[in-house]
């Protein structure tokens, strides 16, 4: 029962004829205990090997010795079970999701070019967010409105405000925000609230794309290029930045005082007691809005205030 999903049978035979070009929104169940038995395993193999495609296989009778094996193809298993439970559309629909994102030779990502920067992200809930009309310019004083909220700073080692006098280091300050406005404006982020040596960073949220992650990617991989062209130090400068979606009212910058944001507490949260020096830590909320490419940048660094936390793989710099 769904407004969505039709269910029509064909016979076994049928099989290579309808998958040679299939199409893209149904989804072909392979009812493996109506097929031969001489055929069993070449029609299995066949359709493993179709991957661009939405594609499960029914096994009433529980025959299949390796279910796991279908799941790496990117194919669903129907066992006894579920089937007798009954297939409902929403786990249709997750399937469809995490097929188009996790399987690069799915046809919803090679369907067409990819807009700039990340693609977007089929199977990302954008519900739940509040997504502001025509980005900044359409963002009004007082309203709610969901951003990227990239918090990051320059750390000082004690010994260094021990020997340095306050104009080096109100230098230091001025020259990473500085660097930090610079690599944020390429990507339509704007500084929004800036304490000391860091402070955070806000890009509206489209539901379309992930960009803001590259502005980090970037600013951690050019560590030692910004250290030597920007703060004119002979070693590297200690850098760190995490980043969460999330939804708060918006005011303009030096206005924000009275903000209260659950989201803007989570993001300081990370960013000043979970985020390691020279590292960037991003919340699941900005991870599940990545594409597989970028996700394999990120390996699982914990649950940190009920969030589960994925961090950059640290690069390797010769210094």
């Known amino acids: 029962k769904s407004s969505k999903w039709e269910i029509s049978a064909l016979p076994c035979s049928a099989l290579r004829k309808e998958m040679r070009n299939p199409d893209e929104n149904s989804l072909y169940v392979l009812d493996y205990a109506s097929v031969p038995d001489s055929d069993k395993a ?32 990117f194919c669903d298993y129907f066992g006894s079970g579920v089937l007798k439970e009954g297939i409902k559309p929403a786990r ?36 739940r967010y509040i997504i502001p009309e025509n980005g900044w310019d359409g963002i009004k004083a007082g309203k709610e409105y969901s951003f990227y909220m990239m918090y990051t700073e320059v750390q000082i080692p004690q010994e260094w405000k021990k020997k340095s006098g306050n104009v080096h280091l109100n230098q230091i300050k001025q020259t990473f925000q500085a660097v930090a406005e610079r690599y944020a ?18 890009f509206p949220f489209t539901g379309k794309t992930c960009t803001p992650v590259i502005m980090a990617v970037k600013l951690m991989l050019n560590r030692v290029l910004i250290s030597i062209e920007d ?38 949260h990370l960013g000043t007691k979970y985020t390691p020096p020279d590292n960037f ?21 914990g649950i940190f205030e009920e969030r589960n936390i994925f961090r950059l793989c640290k690069p390797v710099f010769i210094e």
């Not at 807009?115 to 992200?121: A, F, H, I, R, W």
């Not at 390429?186 to 040596?197: D, Q, V």
């Open 42 to 73: 070449k029609d299995l193999k066949y359709i493993l090997k179709k991957d661009d495609f939405l594609r499960a296989v029914a096994d009433r009778k529980n025959e299949i010795n390796d279910p796991a094996e279908l799941l790496m193809n």
């Open 231 to 268: 703060f004119h130090l002979h070693a590297p400068v200690n850098i760190r930045a995490s980043m969460h979606l999330g939804t708060t009212k918006w005011h303009a910058r030096g206005d924000t005082g009275t903000i209260i944001s659950d989201s803007i507490n989570s993001i300081f």
């Open 281 to 301: 830590d991003i919340t699941e909320e900005v991870y599940l809005q990545l594409n597989s490419g970028l996700r394999e940048l990120f390996s699982n660094a």
């Open 92 to 127: 249709i629909s997750k399937f469809e999701d995490w097929l188009y994102s996790e399987n690069p030779g799915s046809s919803e990502t090679a369907s067409g070019p990819l807009p700039e920067g990340c693609p977007e992200t089929p199977q990302a809930d954008s519900s």
């Open 185 to 202: 404006a390429e990507l339509n982020g704007r500084l929004w609230i800036w304490n000391e040596y860091g402070g955070l960073i806000l």
